[in-house]
């Protein structure tokens, strides 16, 4: 699974380089020079898999793999910090690009809706307060704050291509920073939520979801490519376990991937600079196992366990 999310994500890297200068709605902003990119990463040493290239600072994304690809977790792993930025106060903005236009045949937007605005402050949010950024002497945990849903765009301005390339959801996602007043925020997880029938290439059979990074304005944001998960049925989570009653079979996958993409974004914004591991990210150790209904106040939603370093395993809540 890694090694195939590698060379997926090196593909969709070719991509970005040939597409983002041309892309309608491109916010990408290009920097130049080896300290443009330590000061467009925070002052953060740049990780494994950031790629400067033709003006166009960008990242390799990190993949979840569908139920049949995931891999059972080996023994004594841990995850290890490596000096990366991690989102402290997490908020989430949800880009719904092109829903009206395309369609939503499951009641995808309602339920991502409603499960970003509740997931905040619960017990399986609280699993990364246990993880930390340092810079210098200074450590500062991750926060869990209860309102962590900080927009909502649907996007129906700019058309949504038939297999958008890495490069056109990573323009989306600056869009979006214009969107919400331009400012990235740097504790921000913006999640490009593609429609019914317009998905990347390779979703649903070699991954569900990815996350990555791309540079607005000199800062880096963290963003999710989140496609229409009811289109790869069981592959990507459809009918996993008796589902809740806020959600169908059907679109059981889609709290279940954004969950695990989120809680990635949160503990490793920068791909494979913050809390990873070997065999992957948070969410990649426990992927596709132990998937229960989860509460999040007054409503349960379908949820993966996520990795906890100090009991080693994967739990649903902490502590």
Same mark, same amino acid.
């Given at each position: 699974?890694?090694?195939?999310?590698? @060379?997926?994500?090196i593909? /969709?890297? *070719?991509? =970005? $380089?040939?597409?983002?200068?041309?892309?309608?709605?491109? %916010?990408? &902003?290009?920097?130049?020079?080896?300290?443009?990119?330590?000061?467009?990463?925070?002052?953060v040493?740049?990780?494994?898999?950031?790629?400067?290239?033709?003006g166009?600072?960008?990242?390799?994304?990190?993949?979840?793999?569908?139920?049949?690809?995931?891999?059972?977790?080996?023994?004594?792993i @841990?995850?290890?910090?490596? /000096?990366? *930025?991690? =989102? $402290?106060?997490?908020?989430?903005?949800?880009i719904?690009? %092109?829903? &009206?236009?395309?369609?939503?045949?499951?009641?995808?937007?309602?339920?991502?809706?409603?499960?970003?605005?509740?997931?905040?402050?619960?017990?399986?949010?609280?699993?990364?307060?246990?993880?930390?950024?340092?810079?210098?002497?200074?450590?500062?945990?991750?926060?869990?704050?209860?309102?962590? @849903?900080?927009?909502?765009?649907?996007?129906?301005?700019?058309?949504?291509?038939?297999?958008?390339?890495?490069?056109?959801?990573?323009?989306?996602?600056?869009?979006?920073?214009?969107?919400?007043?331009?400012?990235?925020?740097?504790?921000?997880s913006?999640?490009?939520?593609?429609?019914?029938?317009?998905?990347?290439?390779?979703?649903?059979?070699?991954?569900?979801?990815?996350?990555?990074?791309?540079?607005?304005?000199?800062?880096?944001?963290?963003?999710?490519?989140?496609?229409?998960?009811?289109?790869?049925?069981?592959?990507?989570?459809?009918?996993?376990?008796?589902p809740?009653?806020?959600?169908?079979?059907?679109?059981?996958?889609?709290?279940?991937?954004?969950?695990?993409?989120?809680?990635?974004?949160?503990t490793?914004?920068?791909?494979?600079?913050?809390?990873?591991?070997?065999?992957?990210?948070?969410?990649?150790?426990?992927?596709?196992?132990?998937?229960?209904?989860?509460?999040?106040?007054?409503?349960?939603?379908?949820?993966?366990?996520?990795?906890?370093?100090?009991?080693?395993?994967?739990?649903?809540?902490?502590?």
């Amino acid at each position: 699974m890694y090694k195939r999310s590698r @060379l997926v994500g090196i593909l /969709g890297c *070719a991509a =970005l $380089v040939a597409m983002v200068g041309c892309s309608a709605n491109s %916010g990408v &902003t290009p920097v130049s020079g080896t300290t443009a990119q330590q000061q467009a990463l925070r002052g953060v040493p740049m990780g494994p898999g950031w790629i400067y290239k033709d003006g166009v600072l960008y990242h390799t994304p990190h993949y979840m793999s569908t139920v049949k690809a995931a891999s059972r977790m080996k023994q004594d792993i @841990l995850l290890s910090y490596g /000096g990366g *930025a991690v =989102l $402290v106060h997490p908020r989430t903005y949800l880009i719904l690009w %092109g829903y &009206t236009t395309y369609g939503d045949p499951n009641g995808v937007k309602p339920l991502l809706h409603n499960y970003l605005r509740v997931m905040g402050g619960s017990g399986h949010n609280n699993i990364y307060t246990q993880y930390y950024m340092k810079v210098g002497t200074t450590t500062t945990d991750i926060k869990n704050p209860s309102r962590q @849903l900080k927009g909502v765009w649907e996007d129906d301005t700019n058309p949504v291509p038939q297999n958008p390339t890495d490069a056109q959801v990573a323009a989306e996602a600056a869009a979006a920073v214009a969107h919400f007043g331009g400012t990235p925020d740097l504790n921000g997880s913006y999640v490009v939520a593609t429609p019914h029938g317009r998905s990347s290439s390779g979703f649903g059979t070699q991954w569900c979801a990815y996350h990555g990074a791309t540079s607005v304005g000199g800062k880096i944001i963290s963003y999710t490519n989140l496609p229409y998960q009811p289109d790869a049925g069981a592959n990507c989570g459809a009918n996993f376990i008796s589902p809740p009653s806020d959600e169908s079979g059907a679109d059981e996958g889609v709290t279940i991937v954004e969950g695990h993409e989120y809680g990635e974004s949160v503990t490793d914004p920068d791909p494979f600079s913050g809390w990873n591991s070997p065999q992957g990210e948070i969410g990649d150790l426990c992927a596709w196992t132990n998937v229960q209904n989860d509460p999040f106040r007054t409503k349960s939603y379908s949820s993966q366990p996520m990795f906890s370093n100090a009991t080693a395993s994967c739990v649903h809540s902490y502590p």
